[in-house]
């Protein structure tokens, strides 16, 4: 009964940290919503800028959600080769660490390179060679990966939320 206890205690606990958290992001998208009217925000389990509908998804954290303000406001699209795609991670976070002293947001400097990791593996898991294993080199014509060691070609799935697919092209 004490284990059964304590454990009901550990899910109020953690329920309230949930709704805390999740009533203050509500208040930041209200008021990031009545600043920026141009964008939509909608909520989403997977928090992301879609230019195409001028819409900012966002979840409970309101760093995450200030970032995807930054690609929206730096007016991001799609990227080309995968070292854009860090440059362009990198700006938003450096867009979201100006405003956040102005909606009393937190983001410290740790957590900013720690979502810039979780790019820089899901990148290199893209570059690795499906053949042999080895680092692959990236076109910056057609996207796609060359292996220095067996030459397979391939393309890399996108979608950083999806599971990541490397397809092998055949040679020309
Ligand atoms: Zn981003
Ligand atoms: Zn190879």
């Not at 389990?45 to 995807?68: C, K, M």
């Not at 450096?94 to 002293?101: E, R, S, T």
């Not at 680092?135 to 990541?164: E, F, I, M």
Request: with cysteine; proline share 3%; net charge positive.
């Amino acid at each position: 009964m004490i284990s059964s206890g304590i454990r009901c205690t550990t899910l109020l606990i953690l329920h309230a940290i949930f709704w805390r958290v999740y009533n203050i992001n509500m208040k930041l998208v209200e008021r990031l919503s009545a600043d920026y009217p141009s964008f939509r925000f909608v909520s989403s389990a997977t928090p992301h800028w879609n230019q195409a509908e001028h819409t900012i998804y966002y979840n409970a954290d309101s760093a995450t959600t200030l970032h995807e303000l930054g690609h929206a406001l730096l007016g991001h699209q799609s990227y080309g080769q995968d070292i854009e795609l860090i440059q362009m991670e990198r700006a938003a976070w450096n867009k979201a660490l100006c405003l956040a002293p102005k909606y009393g947001v937190r983001i410290s400097t740790e957590d900013v390179e720690a979502a810039l990791d979780s790019y820089r593996d899901w990148l290199y898991k893209r570059s690795l060679c499906p053949t042999c294993g080895q680092c692959g080199v990236q076109s910056h014509v057609d996207y796609c990966y060359t292996c220095p060691n067996c030459h397979s070609r391939w393309r890399a799935s996108s979608g950083k939320n999806k599971r990541l697919r490397r397809n092998i092209i055949a040679a020309q």
